[in-house]
């Protein structure tokens, strides 16, 4: 009975044994295997060459990131941004059936500052990046103005298309490309940003493909001291999870009868750097149709901002907030769900800082709100010297008594729109953008000042004449 025993107790310790050896190997098969999925980041469905610019042959070897990438369409508002989808009938000079709302209604003192401007006809807001081929085809800003083919920099995948136009030159065929017309332009590209735009098609490094920026960034670190930068070969991978997505939230102009897409960054990044720099070149976008005065429209500058707040000082990339880095098996992937951070807390925030979601939404929120008020004040103080300008002009003011008050509506209007137009509602940079502002109110005041001397005189003027 004992050696019956004894067996059985052999049996039963030789079929644990052999349980938790099957186990343990198939958890350092997992593991293996996990291990080596994460090595190889994708699986080679398909040859993509440096032609490759439809996003969706990408998506058969990053069918992850692709699937995210075609949800940039997706429409939701946080509560100073976002698009609302508004259904619309379409037609066939605009076959859309879903737009976004109308910014310069739900604020006419937009409409009114860029009085004269394209941007006075037509501006809504801004939707995802799955839109903005769509969305710069249909507006009334293309569709009713002359614009030429600069435009399609930051709405199109124009990397493929430079390349051809340029016969290999990327920089030659962006130099053709800005010359063309709009309408001639748009007909040669066919999706909106796409992988290849900050990818390497071999390596899938990130990369830049837009000449605007890398003449930007060059003159930036020339006038820090840095000679013929270039950010593909000296930036870091970090610094470029920030570069690629300033190839295109950037403020810019057209330079000369080229119509070559500029950046602004000759003495600086700052507002009155850019400012500095238009003066120095004498730069007009519009004179202004009330005031007669010759102003600025800023674009989109969030790159600008950016690099003067907490964020970009403590190294965390724009990628770090809107595209975060996410788990999807053993592999570790960007969202390519572009979005504001505020609809993907946990992942975008966080990650650093440890509070609930209702608090940093709150924290967010209160700069967001705190910057609203300092902006309406600032824009408030615009209409009445534009108020005061249209006075004197009907009173009789010569352009000369309205030089100092054109001046003033200049870089007023500028900093003010470089704000309104910075699509962070103030959170990029909160110290900075509420500074701008103080300066916008200061330039406004100036011009008042300068008005209201001149106003006199010309009454004074009038009066003698009637005597």
Avoid at 140 to 151: H, Y
Avoid at 393 to 399: I, L, M, R, S, V
Wanted: charged share 30%.
């Amino acid at each position: 009975m004992a050696e019956q025993s004894s067996n059985k107790k052999l049996v039963i310790a030789v079929a644990v044994t052999a349980v938790l050896t099957v186990g343990i190997a198939a958890m350092l098969v997992n593991i293996f295997e996990h291990k080596q999925e994460a090595k190889n980041t994708f699986f080679r469905v398909v040859e993509i060459t440096d032609e490759t610019d439809d996003p969706a042959v990408w998506g058969r070897n990053f069918p992850m990131q692709y699937d995210a990438y075609k949800r940039t369409v997706d429409n939701q508002r946080t509560r100073y941004g976002g698009s609302e989808a508004l259904k619309r009938n379409p037609t066939q000079a605009d076959p859309r059936d879903v737009v976004s709302q109308e910014k310069i209604e739900e604020d006419t003192r937009l409409k009114r500052m860029w009085g004269g401007y394209a941007f006075s006809v037509d501006f809504r807001e801004e939707r995802g990046h799955g839109y903005m081929l769509d969305d710069q085809r249909y507006t009334k800003r293309v569709t009713e103005f002359k614009q030429p083919g600069t435009c399609l920099n930051c709405h199109a995948s124009t990397y493929v298309f430079m390349k051809k136009l340029g016969n290999g030159d990327l920089t030659a065929g962006f130099e053709k490309m800005n010359q063309m017309t709009y309408q001639e332009a748009t007909k040669q590209v066919k999706h909106p940003v796409a992988c290849i735009d900050c990818h390497d098609p071999k390596t899938m490094t990130l990369r830049i493909t837009k000449p605007g920026f890398l003449e930007g960034i060059r003159n930036l670190k020339a006038s820090q001291g840095i000679a013929n930068y270039d950010p593909n070969t000296m930036a870091s991978a970090q610094e470029m999870r920030s570069f690629v997505c300033g190839q295109c939230h950037v403020e810019y102009y057209f330079k000369g009868p080229e119509k070559r897409l500029t950046f602004p960054w000759h003495k600086g990044l700052k507002a009155e750097n850019m400012f500095d720099y238009y003066e120095e070149v004498k730069h007009v976008d519009f004179k202004h149709k009330e005031t007669g005065a010759p102003v600025l429209k800023a674009q989109h500058p969030e790159f600008e901002f950016y690099s003067q707040g907490i964020h970009a000082r403590s190294g965390v990339a724009c990628a770090d907030c809107h595209m975060p880095y996410k788990r999807e098996g053993g592999m570790k992937i960007s969202d390519h769900q572009v979005r504001s951070p505020m609809l993907n807390i946990n992942r975008a925030c966080q990650g650093c800082h440890h509070f609930s979601e209702t608090e940093m939404k709150d924290r967010v929120e209160q700069i967001q709100t705190r910057f609203m008020e300092a902006r309406n004040t600032a824009m408030d103080a615009l209409m009445d010297l534009i108020d005061e300008v249209k006075k004197a002009k009907e009173a009789g003011a010569t352009d000369d008594q309205l030089k100092a008050a054109w001046a003033g509506q200049r870089k007023g209007q500028f900093f003010i729109d470089l704000v309104e137009a910075e699509n962070s509602v103030g959170f990029h940079a909160p110290g900075e953008e509420l500074r701008v502002l103080t300066q916008a109110l200061d330039a406004i005041r100036k011009g008042q000042m300068s008005l209201r001397g001149q106003v006199y005189k010309v009454a004074a003027k009038a009066g003698k004449q009637a005597d």
